[in-house]
């Protein structure tokens, strides 16, 4: 199987030069990314002439700090969460562990960073990755029992990228000064809108002057500043939003366990899928113009994203009925 | 004076609400970026939804190398010169100098970075940091004698963010593998579109490297990608702008003269005047709605960028002979 399916969701471009252009339109349900995104994209007017005005970035950050529920002074907006992740490890440094299965780029924040098993995450030592939920299975973890068998001196690093859906679960609200917690947030993917990229780092103040430092002035693009600030104030469309991706899990979920494949996941955004013929049927989706998301290192794997409407849930319905 | 205006230009919202609104626009002279920007924004779709495509990045590298005359695997985009700057200051480490006057972020990319008198930028040691054309002067340094003075092994990095004018005096066609010379270039300033964030690292292989393990899958915005792309494709409009800005830069200065200022520098997108009354100046063009670049440490400065057409230019003169 092709590296560029299984190293990162998202690549369709390369799928449709292998699999060949077809009549039909590609359904991309390789990532975890909202098919139905924020619609307010068409109507802004993005300055792209001067440089964002400095007023820009604390107005999508106060934005940004209302939508998570935590205070301004501790969020800090990125050019996209796989830099804030990246440059978070850089700027903490020292031994690390990240939760496998996860994301992949957790294991690339820290040098030698270990990989560790779920299970055994509380009794780990030095600063720990964890994505909650979780990607690509979608687990949802009690991370209150986590952090209480762990010594407070050691780091603790949320991915929350997927968890706009179910904001209750977040722990951004616990982020102060006098605690070494980190929290990660994602503009794309519950906003839909991930060519955008924007992402932010709650944190500690310390630690937020010294990222700012590493980013300057300008971190983020007019549209970026524009689109995030607008989408954040839209609490209506959040609400609607939060309401709308369960009920298109659970058709994808009927879909599915009409094909005998048990959808894993609590996340309404993904379902991952275990089964023997992962591969053949990341292929044969393939071949009816359907993108999925298989793992080179877990061949039984398979994720679905939701697809955007009625239409694409049939033809992916269709698409595992033949083969 | 505000601090606002002396730390960076560009903050027209900060001048528009201490200076009072205007019947008349205001006039933005307070940056180095091209007021007649490229003009393809506005016809070009932007796909925000999805995540940006591997290909998409490397499209983008390739049109820019082109365009710098360097080999595209020397070539790293990264969102904004800005950060590409302050990142590579982190991956180098070390002692460093940089030379004054010059841009502020130059001084905040090593720890510690010594100021140095641009005389003495050849007998520095260490890792040297200069921009060419220098900014806010406009100077533009012989860098072989430098290089020529210099220990091989340590890293001279040259910001070229205003080079694009004057090809010809970039070294970027001389980054190697085993050379230890960095070239940065910035989109916004000779294309006028410094809200889009996108620069670019020139440097060797492995260092770049280390770079893209920082920045992650997806460094830049799907509008930095379509829009970069594009431009830096479009040579004809470069070519077209090196020839227009020379000329737009003769009547700012004509325009300086006849009021006893005398403008200082050889890059065409930009022009400094040194005279005792700088700060009256600034106030009194500032009262007229037009906007400049004073420096806090040099009290007897003013920064001019281009007026964007005859209209702004008239005005500029109109308040520079009122008193």
Known sequence: ???????????????????GESDAAWIDLSTGINPMPWPGTETLRIDWHCLPEPGALADLEAAAATFFGVEARHVCAVPGTEIGLRLVGRLIGGD???????????????????????????????????ANPNN????????????????????LLVDEAFADAQPAMSVAREVSNDRRLIVFRSFG???GLAGVRLGFVIAPQPLLSELRAWLGAWPLSAAALAIGTAAYRDHEWAAAARARLPVSAAALD???KRHDLTPIGDCPLFRLVETPHAGALFERLARATILT??????????RFGLPADAA????????????
């Open 293 to 302: 998301r298989p793992f080179a290192d877990r061949p039984h794997w398979l």
């Open 254 to 256: 009927d879909v599915l």
């Open 312 to 323: 694409a849930l049939a033809r992916l319905d269709a698409a595992l009925a033949g083969g």
């Open 96 to 130: 690390a562990s990240h939760v496998v299965p996860g994301y992949r780029t957790h294991g690339a924040m820290f040098a030698g960073s270990g990989a560790i098993a779920r299970d055994a995450a509380a009794d780990s030592g030095g600063t720990l990755v964890v």
């Open 136 to 155: 690509p299975d979608g687990h949802i973890l009690d991370l209150h029992a986590v952090r209480a068998a762990r010594p407070p001196h050691d780091w």
């Open 189 to 191: 993917k519950f906003f």
């Open 1 to 19: 199987m092709n590296d560029l399916w299984t190293w990162h969701g998202g690549a369709l471009d390369a799928a449709k030069r292998h699999f």
